[in-house]
Antibody, heavy 122, light 111 residues
Framework: QVQLVQSGAEVKKPGASVKVSCKAS????????MHWVRQAPGQGLEWMGW????????NYAQKFQGRVTMTRDTSISTAYMELSRLRSDDTAVYYC???????????????WGQGTLVTVSS | QSVLTQPPSASGTPGQRVTISCSGS????????VNWYQQLPGTAPKLLIY???QRPSGVPDRFSGSKSGTSASLAISGLQSEDEADYYC????????????FGGGTQLTVL
């Protein structure tokens, strides 16, 4: 069965960076784009971007351009999302989530990780 | 401020039919399909409807979706207590390189 297992909660100071990992299993990692979506406390969902695990190509939401970097390590079926220059309003649960359609980053999202809480506080 | 507009709340009694609306624009809903997600408290979202009206395996047929022009809606018939959750619509937007947009979410209460 498809599983996305994320790294644990993080506490960071403003200005620091955070890197969240997402280990995939139960399917061919390179066949499905991986999205990153975040949710601030009590707020809605916000798409951050995706990575094509096959090519390493990325598509970032304009809001995060210059601050976010999505990478992957195909040898261990793991995707990463690094967010730099953290601010207090980056406090949120960060989800990795798989695109439903093979070789597409523009369908829906069918599997989600459990989420990683990132807290930014001085 | 979300790109897609949903009512912040909705409610119904068990057995009732409830609809949740989602309004967008020509660059998102008007040009692309709509997906719906259900988020139970404290859990990750779950795909409920994709491609406007398709249900993933395991989603009861009490849930249905539709789209017309730049708006979409989710209908839940035979409302059950376990349907109490947050519901989000989503679509791709053709602006820039293409990006996903979500509605602000609708909190459904089963009275």
């Amino acid at each position: 069965q498809v599983q996305l297992v994320q790294s644990g909660a993080e506490v960071k100071k403003p200005g620091a960076s955070v890197k969240v990992s997402c280990k995939a299993s139960g399917y061919t990692f390179t066949g499905y784009y991986m999205h990153w979506v975040r949710q601030a406390p009590g707020q809605g969902l916000e798409w951050m971007g995706w990575i094509n695990p096959n090519s390493g190509g990325t598509n970032y939401a304009q809001k995060f351009q210059g601050r976010v970097t999505m990478t992957r390590d195909t040898s261990i079926s793991t995707a990463y999302m690094e967010l730099s220059r953290l601010r207090s309003d980056d406090t949120a649960v960060y989800y990795c989530a798989r695109d439903r359609r093979q070789f597409s980053g523009y369908d829906s999202i069918d599997y989600w990780g459990q989420g990683t809480l990132v807290t930014v506080s001085s | 401020q979300s790109v897609l507009t949903q009512p912040p709340s909705a409610s119904g009694t068990p057995g009732q039919r409830v609809t949740i609306s989602c309004s967008g624009s020509s660059s998102n809903i008007g040009s692309n399909t709509v997906n719906w997600y259900q988020q139970l408290p404290g859990t990750a979202p779950k795909l409920l409807i994709y491609s406007n009206n398709q249900r993933p395996s395991g989603v009861p047929d009490r849930f249905s979706g539709s789209k017309s022009g730049t708006s979409a809606s989710l209908a839940i018939s035979g409302l059950q207590s376990e349907d109490e959750a947050d519901y989000y619509c989503a679509a791709w937007d053709d602006s820039l390189n293409g990006f996903a947009v979500f509605g602000g979410g609708t909190q459904l209460t089963v009275l």
